[in-house]
């Protein structure tokens, strides 16, 4: 049974840096999609990265490109999510995801605004941007 388990969430001031980490289980980076997602308070959940399994095709939601980066490593099959420049509407619960293709060929888009399609989620890591 896949799982994954976040951490490195924390209190950062605006323009600061903080980076997550996602710990994988029982899947392989190669054969999966992952997914991070966040939500504020009284907001809907947002998905603002997502990684293909097979071309690695990378979206980054509006609100994060350029400032957020993903990146992987094989040895440890974890994921990361680097994000700098901080802004206090990043404050919120964040969320890493993987779901199994089955053979599918969607994009990054698509998978993070297509939630439903992941089945392994973490606890979630909270991040709070204030000075």
């Known amino acids: 049974q896949p799982q994954v388990v976040e951490s490195g969430g924390g209190v950062a001031q605006p323009g600061g840096s903080l980076r997550l980490s996602c710990a994988a289980s029982g899947m392989s980076m190669d054969h999966y999609v992952i997914g991070w997602f966040r939500q504020a308070p009284g907001n809907e959940r947002e998905g603002i990265s997502c990684?293909?399994?097979?071309?690695?095709?990378?979206y980054y939601a509006n609100s994060v490109k350029a400032r957020f980066t993903v990146s992987r490593d094989r040895a440890s099959n974890t994921w990361f999510l680097q994000m700098d420049n901080l802004k206090p509407e990043d404050t919120g619960t964040y969320y890493c995801?993987?779901?199994?293709?089955?053979?599918?060929?969607?994009?990054?888009?698509?998978?993070?605004?297509?939630?439903?399609?992941?089945?392994?989620w973490g606890q979630g890591t909270q991040v709070t941007v204030s000075s």
């Open positions: 990684e293909t399994n097979r071309e690695r095709h990378l």
């Open positions: 995801a993987a779901g199994f293709p089955l053979g599918a060929n969607y994009d990054g888009n698509y998978y993070c605004h297509t939630s439903s399609f992941f089945d392994a």
